[in-house]
């Protein structure tokens, strides 16, 4: 693995004197303008950590934040003269070098090609690595909303979903997908997906690296009741997030030395999103052993860690939860990803999860884009997700949904569907049934927006009898969605309209934009679209 990957260069850049002289006075970019104390503190920390970097590359900015990474913009001149830019991402030092090999793996076998991004080189010094990409300049989500045209978010669905058929025919299920994750460049009319620091992968992947790399949640499934030892080691809560679980003694180099296999089997790991689950990104090298920390994970409250598996219990649909739920083991699944982008069937913890988790993020991403709010949904836990789902998406549904995949939810409410085009318009203020209303009592043109306090449905996980909050969440939603079908002509056929000069205007949004958001927001990951089939949807005609 290693010797692929570090094969750096060669002799393919130039000794940059001048860069090399920037870096030693002033810190100033190309752009001309200084980079904050912080910034260029970070920068000569990262020089000092992986040297090599300072001979090839000049280190411009810093581009990107994370958890687990920084990123950084950085350009290094190429032999025959040009100054190509680069974006250099350096992993926390404490990242699995299984973990590591298999981002790398997805950018190498599946990148470079249908919007998925390459990898150039990765240079690595001891614990310190640093995957190396072509540099996409790309535009915040927060100013595309506000300034993209119906044409432009046509254009940017297919190419992410062009992405993720990619990804998806590789048998990578990527789990974090969201706008930060794909980038855009409006002028260039290039996108990128970036960021496999999560992916997982399907039972037939083709990135073997996926193959070892497991996720804490799936290898410590409870679903087979089967009762568990302990022997005394912790399972990582958020405690003791930022401290390596495998600790390598000093000048050791994990990365160099290919992780054992035999070793990595009993590895568990995944990436999650900054502010999800951060525990679950740590490898377990040692046999994990059960402890009643394991609840910490769950954000659904603590359990003992026994799986009593023969137990009847008597407190379905009542509102308290029997002494045999509470000895029950958390039901675990992988959940890594962001909160707001998570399918139902993540939320619900399925322990079966597919590549259509994925369809659905890209279904919340065309939300966003539709109704021109970003973030679309936003929860603190996945309770507070699913009832914002609910909400939208009715609660008959998702109860019928959740059947399906094994689950049972209760709610104390019924929400019904909501007509997705009224929904998006009217958060997008070109309902046009509002505007007429408020012209004529000589209000602003504007579709009045209302700031409501939705309260989602109580919902109930009978499954785990988890007794749950009322859950009320506030989301700026219109009060009472009607439907605007009637008040205004609004073509059908797209066939017949899906020419650009209709796409351009937010005032004409096809049916089909609507139907194939449906699609992909399919409650059911069973029949949810995949990419493949989305693709061929007609909104895309004419691509
Ligand atoms: P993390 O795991 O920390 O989220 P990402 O791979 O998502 O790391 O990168 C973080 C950010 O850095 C991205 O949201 C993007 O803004 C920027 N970035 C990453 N890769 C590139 C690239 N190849 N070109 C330009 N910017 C990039
Ligand atoms: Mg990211
Ligand atoms: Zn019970």
Same mark, same amino acid.
């Given at each position: 693995?290693t010797?692929?990957?570090e094969?750096l260069?060669k002799?393919?850049f ?25 910034i260029?503190?970070d ?14 590359f000049?280190?411009?900015?810093k ?20 100054v ?8 926390i ?31 690595r010094k ?7 990409m ?12 506000s ?12 190419n ?7 990804i ?10 969201k ?9 260039l009319?290039?996108y ?9 992968g399907?039972p037939d ?8 790399v497991?996720?804490?949640d ?13 022997s005394?080691n ?45 525990? +679950? /990104?740590?490898?377990? =090298? @040692?046999? %994990?052993?059960? &402890? ?7 954000? $659904? ?25 509470? +000895? /029950?083991?958390?039901? =675990? @699944?992988? %959940?890594?990803? &962001? ?6 069937e993540? $939320? ?8 259509a ?17 970003y ?14 789902i ?22 104390s ?22 505007k007429?209303k ?9 579709c009045?927006?209302i700031?409501?306090?939705?309260p ?18 506030k ?9 605007v ?9 797209f ?9 351009k ?33 007609p ?5």
């Amino acid at each position: 693995m290693t010797a692929a990957l570090e094969n750096l260069s060669k002799d393919v850049f130039n000794l940059n004197q001048n860069n090399q002289m920037k870096n030693d006075s002033g810190k100033e970019n190309e752009g001309g303008y200084k980079l904050s104390t912080e910034i260029k503190m970070d920068i000569d920390r990262l020089y000092a950590v992986v040297p090599q970097l300072s001979k090839i590359f000049f280190i411009e900015d810093k581009i990107g934040e994370g958890t687990f990474s920084s990123v950084y913009l950085a350009t290094a001149q190429l032999k025959s003269g040009i100054v190509e830019k680069f974006a250099l991402k350096h992993l926390i030092p404490t990242s699995h070098p299984v973990r590591i090999a298999a981002e790398l793996q997805c950018l190498t076998v599946a990148g470079g090609q249908d919007n998925v991004m390459g990898v150039k080189y990765c240079l690595r010094k001891d614990d310190h690595v640093v995957i190396v990409m072509p540099y996409l300049e790309h535009e915040s989500f927060l100013d595309l909303l506000s300034s993209m045209k119906l044409e432009d978010v046509r254009e940017y669905m297919y190419n992410l979903l062009k992405a993720l058929r990619r990804i998806h025919h590789f048998g990578i299920i990527h789990r974090d997908i969201k706008p930060s994750n794909f980038l855009y460049n409006g002028r260039l009319k290039k996108y990128a997906l970036v960021d496999f620091g999560l992916a997982q992968g399907t039972p037939d992947t083709k990135i073997e690296l996926l193959k070892v790399v497991k996720t804490e949640d799936q290898q410590g499934s409870c679903s087979k009741n089967k009762p568990m030892t302990s022997s005394g080691n912790k399972v990582p809560n958020a405690a003791t997030m930022n401290k390596p679980l495998a600790q390598y003694p000093a000048g050791k180099q994990p990365i160099k030395r290919p992780w054992p296999l035999s070793q990595a089997k009993h590895g568990k790991l995944v990436k999650p999103a900054k502010n999800a689950d951060i525990t +679950s /990104r740590k490898i377990i =090298v @040692a046999k %994990r052993k059960i &402890t009643s920390s394991k609840g910490t994970t769950s954000g $659904l409250g603590r359990r003992p860690a026994i799986c009593p598996s023969d137990l009847t219990c008597d407190c379905y649909m009542t509102d308290r939860i029997c002494s045999v739920c509470l +000895s /029950r083991r958390q039901q =675990v @699944a992988p %959940r890594a990803g &962001t909160p707001g982008f998570r399918a139902p069937e993540v $939320l619900m913890k399925c322990p079966h999860q597919t590549s259509a988790i994925d369809m659905w993020s890209a279904g919340v991403v065309f939300l966003s884009l539709l109704s021109a709010r970003y973030p679309f949904f936003k929860a603190s836990d996945d309770l507070t997700a699913l009832a914002q789902i609910m909400t939208i998406r009715g609660t008959k549904e998702t109860i019928q949904a959740a059947k399906s995949f094994g689950k049972a939810v209760s709610c104390s409410k019924e929400c019904p569907k909501l007509d997705l085009r009224t929904l998006c318009e009217r958060l997008r203020g070109t309902d046009c049934s509002s505007k007429r209303k408020s012209n004529q009592k000589n209000e602003p043109k504007e579709c009045s927006r209302i700031t409501g306090c939705v309260p989602g449905p109580d919902i109930k996980d009978d499954e785990k009898k988890e007794k749950t909050d009322s859950l009320t969440y506030k989301q700026e939603l219109h009060s009472q969605p009607r439907k605007v079908k009637q008040d205004i002509r609004w073509d059908s056929d797209f066939k017949s309209t899906a020419r650009s000069s209709d796409m351009k205007s937010w005032n004409r949004v096809p049916d089909l934009a609507y139907d194939l958001l449906d699609k992909l927001l399919d409650l059911n990951p069973a029949t949810r679209l995949t990419a493949e089939k989305a693709l061929k949807h007609p909104f895309f005609e004419g691509i």
